[in-house]
């Protein structure tokens, strides 16, 4: 089988082989134990990629294609006179493949929809990664590739992987998840006493669309209310500024801690002596924090958009917030006060997330090939 990855993630060339981001290459593995051959089609850089991580194999063909978007005015007449050329490369790529994979929402992406409406009786599938609430508010791109994906008259053989349930959903679209964790790291976790300080802890990218100076203000006005609480970011980001000069201005360099990017062994440890971790972010796909805290027994307190109502259960798995400073301290407060439910919530998260292993997940995928 000719397996064809289709993906705005743009790649360099080293010495040791194709790389590209970490955790889009970590499942793109997965994939390609179970393909005889792949073509890469992907813009190409040749900055120095960080977070990056090589593919397992060395018989990728890579197709390099040019780097688009439609964020201005000059990129749009630039993709206007690239897209001919990069239409009929992709056409081409797709004829040779018995395979085609689609890595959506994404620039790539939308043509790689509108050109596979062309292949009805190739095998397809499509990861769509962001926020598939038909409710979002989403730019006119993202909206029109989940309209051609979940479309059964444009689009044939195809099986869309998308995040939560949601309601009227076509044939083509399959409710997945992604996965951090093996089956032989099921440690068992001690149960959690909430004593005090409270430890929150936020990781991501520190950027305005994950909010994370709402998170900051969030658990500063615990303090104000006299309970005890401590709040760790680990990622980094243009908002690190902003959260540094909140820390000096308010005085809280006791209680807020930024550490910046970590890698993944720092923040096992991370996850494990926290309570709670707070994503309140404008959007989300599957935010994998959240599982991995959830893995760990982790709180979430997160903003209800995307999957995450169906992830916490509508809050009987953790708890869910609206963005509002006042009414959210109300609901965290009353939460905190019963520590049972807290303890109860956390063994229900725990459960539910250690059921998506790594080992679950490729043979998910297996079936999906």
Known sequence: MRFLIISHTHHEITANGLSAYAPYIKEMNLWLNHVESVEVMAPKTNKKLSLSLKYDRKDIVFTPVPSIALTSVF????????????????????????????????????????????????????????????????????????????????????????????????????????????????????????????????????????????????????????????????????????????????????????????????????????????????????PKVVAEAMWWGVLPVVTRISCLPWMLAEGARGILIQNNLKNDVKRLKKELDNKNALRTKSHKAQLWSRKYTLELFEAEIKKLI
């Not at 929150?200 to 303090?223: C, S, W």
Request: with cysteine; net charge positive.
């Open 75 to 286: 990129e749009v007449l630039k993709t206007i006179l690239v897209f001919p050329q990069l239409f009929f490369k992709i056409v081409n790529a797709m004829r040779r493949a018995d395979h085609i994979h689609l890595r959506c929402p994404g620039n790539m992406g939308l043509i790689g929809c509108i050109a596979q409406i062309f292949f009805p009786k190739k095998r397809k599938t499509a990861k769509y990664a962001g926020n598939w609430d038909p409710n979002a508010k989403q730019p006119w791109s993202y909206r029109l590739q989940k309209y051609i994906l979940s479309s059964e008259k444009l689009t044939k053989n195809m099986s869309a992987i998308i995040y939560g349930e949601w309601p009227q959903r076509s044939k083509n679209c399959k409710t997945f998840f992604t996965a951090s964790y093996s089956e032989h790291q099921r440690t068992e976790i001690k149960q959690r006493k909430y004593d005090l300080p409270l430890r929150f802890m936020f990781v991501g990218a520190l950027v305005a669309g994950k909010r994370p100076l709402y998170a900051l203000k969030l658990v500063h006005e615990l303090l104000k209310n006299e309970i005890p609480a401590e709040l760790s970011f680990y990622g980094s980001g243009p908002q690190s500024v902003k959260l540094q000069h909140y820390v000096r201005k308010n005085q809280l360099e006791k209680f807020i801690y930024l550490y910046g990017n970590q890698d993944f062994r720092t923040l096992k440890q991370a996850y494990k002596k926290s309570h709670f971790l707070i994503l309140s972010s404008k959007s989300e796909g599957w």
